[in-house]
Structure formats: C-alpha cells, structure tokens
C-alpha cells in the first residue's frame, strides 16, 4: 500500500512566520501535489512536482513556495503567512507510468489542519 | 476551462436508503479521466473509482455504482442500502490529457447516513 505521510496533523502558527509542510511518500512516486481544502470550495492545486527540483505552479500559487529536493519528500513553504491561509493542506503522490499518466490515482495523505492567528 | 460541479452541497438520508451524488463536468480535451474520491472525518481521501472518456460503461462495485455519461457531462455515484460507515464528504474529479495528472476538483458533497 502507498503510504503518503505529513508531518503534522494539526498545526497553529502567527501571522508573518514562516511555516514548513512536510510530506514523504514511500512508493517512488514520480508526482507530487499539495492541496488546500475549504468548505464549498473543494480541493484547490496549489503546485506540483513531477520530479525532482522541478515544480510547477497550480491554480491557487500566491502566497506559497515548494521543494523537491529528494523524489520522496515534497516541501510546502508559507513564506510570511497570513491568516487567510489558515485551511486544510492536503499532499498527494501519483506514479507516472506512460505519458500520457493522467489515468492513475493520486494517493493522499491524512491532511494537516493549519491555523494562523 | 476545466470545471466540475456537485450540486449537492449536503444530503442526509436514513440507513437503507439509497443514495445518488451528481457530478457533472466541464472540459475541451477528447481524452480525460473521472475519479470519485471519499473523504471520511479521518481527513485521508481514499480513491475509490475512475473513468476514461472512451469508456461509458457503467460499473457496480459492491454496494456502489457509477453512472458516466459524456452525452450529459454527468458522472453520478449510487450507494445502495447506504450505511452509517458511508458518511463522508465525497468529491468528483476529473484529469485531463497530458502526463501530469493534475486533478480538477468538485465542491464536494457531504454524505450523512443516519441510523
């Protein structure tokens, strides 16, 4: 089974910090993806990585940075949060296959709930 | 543009009952890819099915089922004799052509199945 891991369930920093999410995936996963979810809005793309050093802005990019510096590990960075990034992170890894892979499913990890005061 | 909609912000029915979630999508690309995921209070979204465009067969897993029809956009999911354990947010999602994967999500729905 694919194990998608966060470093942290629950997570509550201030205003101006600089906050790390950590996400390991432990099947060699070629994609990776980080999420927010809010109520009525869904799952929102914030990057991805199709491998390693290499990222790709998503739809909702503002405010954050990623990094992709081992296949495993994909690192999403609050540069200066603000209190409307307070929301549910979700990360994901996908194998790629064959092109096109949009087929596969993504396989998620258990989320981390980030408050910012 | 890519856009999929759930309707269905929130649906409470009684054990037993049978349950539809309507996704309906948009999308240019001839070739794309529909998935259901389920979102129970635990937070990990687990995949439970997807489609090709090419393939309009319906599917029936168990208890569940699918219904995709590219003539109406539509991709619904039927829980038959729901259960209590069905109670989750579920989301539509749909991928389209090219080698990345990414996902364009619905709003989601919540499901409660009362006893």
């Known amino acids: 089974d694919v194990k998608v891991t966060q470093s942290s369930r629950y997570l509550v920093k201030r205003t101006g910090e600089k906050v790390f999410l950590e996400c390991v995936q432990d099947?060699?996963?070629?994609?990776m993806f980080w999420y927010r979810q809010d109520p009525g809005l869904g799952l929102r793309l914030i990057y991805f990585?199709?491998?390693?050093?290499?990222?790709e802005k998503g739809d909702i990019p503002e405010g954050y940075s990623v990094s992709r510096e081992k296949k495993e590990r994909f690192s999403l960075i609050l540069e200066s949060a603000s209190t409307n990034q307070t929301s549910m992170y979700l990360c994901?890894?996908?194998?790629?296959?064959?092109?096109?892979?949009?087929?596969?499913?993504?396989?998620f990890g258990d989320g981390t709930r980030l408050s910012i005061l | 543009a890519q856009k999929v909609t759930q309707a269905q912000t929130e649906i409470s029915v009684v054990e037993k009952e049978d349950v539809t979630l309507d996704c309906v999508y948009e999308t240019r690309d001839t070739t794309y890819y529909l998935f259901w995921y389920k979102q129970p209070p635990s937070g990990e979204l687990v995949f439970l099915i997807r489609?090709?465009?090419?393939?309009?067969q319906n599917e029936i897993s168990g208890r569940y089922s699918w219904n995709f029809q590219k003539s109406t956009s539509s991709f619904n999911f039927t829980i038959t004799a729901s259960q209590v354990v069905d109670s989750a947010v579920y989301f539509c999602?749909?991928?389209?052509?090219?080698?990345?994967?990414?996902?364009?999500f619905g709003q989601g729905t919540t499901l409660q199945v009362k006893p």
């Open positions: 489609r090709n465009s090419f393939d309009e």
């Open positions: 990585s199709y491998d390693v050093k290499m990222k």
């Open positions: 999602a749909l991928s389209g052509g090219g080698n990345t994967g990414k996902l364009i």
């Open positions: 099947m060699d996963h070629e994609n």
């Open positions: 994901a890894s996908m194998r790629q296959l064959t092109r096109p892979s949009s087929n596969q499913p993504q396989h």
